[in-house]
């Protein structure tokens, strides 16, 4: 079993920062990418950033410099630092991995998901 729980969301003035943290337990031999996307209300789910295992970063092109995305590979766990936020930055984001048990192929892992609020 795998899970990915997230941590840090909540509502926050335009202008304010946020830290959205995502750990990774149970049964992993290895993780690959780690990511975050989100969800506002009505839209499909968007790509926010992603990670390699190596530490290699993507990011949407609109995010680049107010958005760090960034992982501790010794505590599984893989961390967005969201600055500058503005109120269309709410929705909901979720934390994805890619993430191989043992004996197993890599397979992808979503989290539960977790509110961010930006009010004016």
């Known amino acids: 079993q795998v899970q990915l729980v997230e941590s840090g969301g909540g509502l926050v003035q335009a202008g304010g920062s946020l830290r959205l943290s995502c750990a990774a337990s149970g049964n992993i031999f290895r993780i690959n990418s780690m990511g975050w996307y989100r969800q506002a209300p009505g839209n499909q789910r968007d790509l926010v950033a992603t990670?390699?295992?190596?530490?290699?970063?993507n990011y949407a092109d609109s995010l680049k410099g107010r958005f760090t995305i960034s992982r501790d590979n010794a505590k599984n766990t893989v961390y967005l630092q969201m600055n500058n936020l503005k109120p269309e930055d709410t929705a909901v984001y979720y934390c994805?991995?890619?993430?191989?048990?043992?004996?197993?192929?890599?397979?992808?892992?979503w989290g539960q998901g977790t509110q961010v609020t930006v009010s004016v």
């Open positions: 990670i390699s295992s190596a530490g290699s970063t």
């Open positions: 994805n991995a890619n993430i191989q048990q043992f004996r197993s192929l890599p397979y992808n892992y």
